[in-house]
């Protein structure tokens, strides 16, 4: 079984300034993929970035980054020079292996960006 | 537009009676997945097609509800004789390779 664990409920994070939300996995798949979510007030879940097990980077995309560390289980969102426009619910998620493709996502982090 | 649609995008539907959405995946992905989205939770797995077949279903997934995804092109999911704990947002979505999965703007169900 696959699980998504996201210990901040909310975060409050002044504008320009970096944020890190936290993730950490469990997981018995020995490749998997990890990925990351925001979904604003209007409904709609926009993918940010992935990140697969075997990557040997870890990958960015724009002001996104994914703080991976395997052996630790984490795969923490870094977001550089936060905008107002940041201020969503960020999920992270994960996929198994074929035979196990179904995303598992936590129960998210709410940033609010303060001008 | 290219992304994945739903349809409707809200629906109002008294107790016992039947619904269904229906999703359009982004042409090609031979993927699509239905999720279910309560307030303050993260979305939940219903089901998950590969092309017309589906391949694996949640426990989450009653009798009363069925989901079909007929030649792998447009999904729909029916709930029959809703009940007021249906009311949740359902959202599809669809990817090619396992480095994706996109999602629409979901279907926001309320069941009174």
């Known amino acids: 079984a696959q699980k998504i664990t996201q210990t901040q409920p909310g975060m409050f994070v002044q504008e320009k300034e970096a944020v890190t939300l936290d993730c950490t996995y469990d997981t018995s798949d020995p490749s998997y993929g990890l990925f990351w979510y925001k979904q604003p007030s209007s409904g709609e879940m926009i993918f940010l970035i992935y990140?697969?097990?075997?990557?040997?980077q870890n990958a960015t995309e724009g002001r996104y980054s994914l703080n991976f560390q395997k052996a630790r289980k984490s795969a923490n969102l870094v977001i550089s020079a936060s905008q107002l426009g940041d201020s969503a619910m960020y999920f992270c998620?994960?996929?198994?292996?074929?035979?196990?493709?179904?995303?598992?996502f936590g129960t998210g982090t709410r940033l609010t960006i303060i001008p | 537009d290219t992304g994945v649609s739903q349809n409707p995008r809200h629906k109002i539907t008294k107790r016992g009676q039947n619904v269904t959405f229906r999703c359009d995946p982004i042409?090609?992905?031979?993927?699509l997945y239905w999720y279910r989205q309560t307030l303050g939770q993260g979305p939940e797995f219903l089901t998950y097609f590969q092309n017309e077949a589906q391949l694996e279903k949640s426990r989450l997934l009653s009798d009363r509800f069925s989901a079909e995804r007929p030649k792998g092109s447009f999904s729909t999911l029916e709930i029959q004789r809703t009940e007021q704990g249906d009311s949740a947002m359902y959202l599809c979505?669809?990817?090619?390779?396992?480095?994706?999965?996109?999602f629409g703007q979901g279907t926001r169900l309320t069941v009174v």
């Open positions: 998620a994960m996929r198994g292996n074929f035979g196990n493709e179904k995303l598992t």
């Open positions: 979505a669809s990817s090619f390779l396992p480095n994706e999965a996109f």
């Open positions: 042409s090609e992905h031979n993927r």
């Open positions: 990140q697969g097990s075997y990557d040997q």
